[in-house]
């Protein structure tokens, strides 16, 4: 057994030197880092090589933090964030001889959805904190109905929740009657059928559930991207220099400002930077 | 020519081409140790693979326990795997999958085995050739299917009227085990009384007992009635479910324990002059009770290792219901948290958040693993017992 696990560590490690030989290959482009961003970059990938069989686009997901790291490392051709690079991480770059090049490619805007039969029109971030840490368990502790709240959460693994933890959460921990589903349209389908439901979801899962206003601000692909609505983020790309015109890489990044690349975003349950 | 010397040429002509050449018997030899060598090859592919999947499972378990020791993953309830200081306390997941597999039990067994008693002893020999294959489509139906109809069908019905259902549920489940009961009860308990007041007293109880448990069960069902269920994604959905599930199994494995008994025991004691209730509930069942333990082990095998039906419906709330038994509220499962963390767990770097996942597989592992032995050591017992 031990000999089969080091034929196999083996083709493993050659499989990698190849792969890091290939870096520079023009027709070869390497993804990493955030999971948020990373269904986007997965969705163009298959997109642009659908469209040109001859390239070869690989995406991971290691976390924002990893694809920084990959990048300024060499790693990787392309790193996906969802937060801007921290100075400390442009300053190591520099030190690497890494000029990073940030593109914006959409904008991550999440909804918190309820039941439509639900009166409620307008929450603070800090009630939905409260909800979803506990603190308030009925509806009519925010001047609803006398139901207890069923909060619906997407699980740990998406990037929805990702940012619902950063731009919402902040620190506090989730509770433990707080339900996990597994995707945008679960929590939509959840939250259609459930009357004392709450649940967030990416924009383009709105459809037939009451999206609530956040702080007085109604969720919209205009007050997403103007950064009106509180919870809302840019999510980014970085990329050693400026691509060369007409190379795959270059196609790929701006992938994002084309109708099909806008399609694409869309799909993913995000928004389009205009 | 007589007939001896017929014989004698029939032999030489025949005997030939009995014997084998030399070349023959060298091929035929070779062919024999290909043949068992591919056989043996094949079979012992499938020993390995279990073998591998223990050691494969175990090697990525292990780190888990030596990075953030024992004592927080079981007795802890705090499940925070994503957080920057994680948490990994898993008791919750496992009362979850207790918990689940528990009402998945509560579902199946009695079912299971009443099918299997009716199936084997009670109805005619023709509906049952319908009916078995029938239940065992159960047992083919995908359980993504059974997930959907648990998150789409039942979860709102159990959100919108589960108070009712539970109401009439009581009484379809109470009426008759009460009566049974009551019954019994009287019976056992005037036995031992003069002929003469046995019949009165008899009357007398079961009219009591009648009355208290139609009471009983009036007040439960009112007050089950009056429940309203806030998320019908919860424990009693994914236990229904599961039961249903785990019934084919159930019902199929002890329906061949009730036929393995054999017709001279029941023979024997209708010859002894015993009703068909007594037959079966004082030597049928007796004797097949080994192999129906073994089919509520293999059921309960069904049910804990379930993975699409309880990511679907169960809801996934990592806590321990208030109180412990309160089906009406969500849990989670070790197969559902393996399924769900299992993207985000990050391979490359080996965090603690991606071996605590495979300390889950490993437990399920270890768990499912036993049941399977003591199943296999009842089944290898029972049929000692039964074949004399």
Redesign the interface.
């Known amino acids: ?1 031990k000999k089969t696990t080091k034929a196999l560590t083996g083709l493993v490690a050659i499989a990698m030197a190849a792969s890091i030989v290939q870096a520079g290959d023009a027709n070869k482009i390497v993804v990493d880092g955030s ?1 948020t961003v990373g269904p986007i970059a997965k969705a163009f990938a298959e997109y642009y090589m659908g469209k040109h069989p001859e390239v070869n686009i690989t995406v ?1 997901e ?2 924002s933090g990893n694809g920084a790291k990959s990048l300024i490392n060499a790693a990787c051709d392309v790193a996906t964030m969802s937060r801007p690079m921290k100075n400390s991480e442009k300053k190591a770059a520099q030190d690497a001889g890494v000029l990073v090049i940030e593109q914006i490619v959409a904008m991550d805007g999440i909804a918190v959805v309820v039941h439509p039969s639900n009166p409620l029109a307008n929450l603070t971030i800090e009630q939905i904190r409260d909800i979803y840490s506990g603190k308030i368990k009925n509806w009519k502790d925010l001047g609803g109905p006398n ?2 709240i ?1 909060g619906i959460s997407r ?3 998406s990037g929805t ?2 940012s619902f ?1 950063t731009l919402v959460l902040k ?1 506090a ?2 509770a ?7 995707s945008n349209g ?1 929590i939509r ?2 939250v259609l ?5 709450v649940g967030y979801v990416g924009l383009a899962f709105i459809e037939g559930v009451k999206a609530l206003k956040v702080n007085g601000i109604e969720v919209t692909p205009e007050t997403v991207t103007s950064k009106k609505y509180p919870v809302a983020r840019p999510l980014y790309m970085y990329t050693n220099g400026r691509p060369k015109q007409a190379t795959p890489l270059c196609d790929f990044i701006n992938l994002s400002a084309t109708p099909e690349g806008k399609k694409i975003i869309e799909d993913t349950g995000f928004v389009p930077v205009k | 020519m007589d007939a001896k010397t017929k014989s004698a040429a029939l032999r030489d002509r025949d005997m030939p081409s009995l014997l084998l050449s030399h070349v023959a018997r060298r091929r035929q030899r070779i062919a024999a140790i290909f043949g068992n060598g591919f056989l043996l090859t094949v079979t012992s592919l499938s020993t390995l693979a279990v073998l ?1 999947i223990f ?1 494969f499972i175990a090697r990525d378990a292990l780190p888990f326990f030596q990075l953030e020791g024992f004592m927080e993953f079981f007795t802890s ?2 499940w ?5 200081t994680a948490e990994f306390g898993a008791l ?1 997941i496992f009362a979850g999958s207790g918990l689940v597999t528990l009402g998945a039990i509560l579902v199946a067994v009695p079912l299971g085995i009443a099918a299997a008693i009716c199936l084997s002893d009670v109805l005619p020999f023709a509906v049952r050739q319908v009916v078995k294959p029938v239940i065992e489509i159960l047992a083919a139906i995908p359980s993504v299917a059974y997930g959907f109809f648990a ?2 069908v039942l ?2 019905l159990l ?1 919108q009227s589960g108070g009712p259902i539970l109401g009439v549920a009581v009484w379809i489940v109470g009426a008759p085990l009460a009566a049974l009961a009551t019954a019994v009860l009287a019976d056992l308990a005037t036995d031992k009384l003069p002929d003469r007041a046995r019949s009165q007293a008899r009357w007398a109880l079961i009219l009591s007992l009648g009355a208290g448990t139609i009471l009983l069960l009036t007040l439960a069902g009112r007050a089950l009635t009056g429940l309203h269920i ?4 919860n424990a009693l959905n994914v236990s229904i479910i599961l039961g249903i599930m785990a019934l084919p199994t159930v019902v199929s494995v002890s329906e061949d324990a009730l036929q393995a008994v054999g017709r001279e025991l029941r023979e024997g004691s209708y010859a002894l002059g015993a009703t068909r209730a007594e037959t079966l509930m004082k030597a049928v069942l007796p004797a097949a009770g080994s192999g129906i333990l073994a089919a509520v082990i293999l059921g309960v095998m069904r049910a804990i290792g379930e993975t699409m039906v309880v ?2 419906a169960s ?6 219901p208030h109180p412990w038994y309160n089906f009406l ?2 849990v ?1 499962t070790l197969t559902a948290t393996i399924a ?5 767990a ?1 391979q ?2 080996g965090s603690a958040r991606y071996h605590a996942l495979f300390a889950m597989a490993l437990c399920l592992l270890l768990f499912s693993f036993i049941c399977n032995l003591s199943s296999e050591w009842i089944i290898r017992r029972a049929r000692r017992k039964v074949g004399g």
Do not use: C, H
């Not at chain 2, 806030?230 to 994604?233: A, L, N, R």
């Not at chain 2, 809801?315 to 321990?320: L, M, P």
């Open positions: 057994m999971t991971s290691s976390g139901l207890p069923v699980d740990t693994n929740y990702e933890e620190g921990k989730i433990g009657n707080v339900e996990y589903v597994g679960a389908q959840r059928s459930t009357p004392a439901a | 591998f050691y309830t705090k925070y795997p994503s957080a920057e919750a998150l789409v979860a709102p959100q806030s998320s019908g994604t990511w679907m809801g996934n709330a990592t806590q321990i509220e969500p989670r769900g963390d299992m993207g985000e990050d490359v770097t």
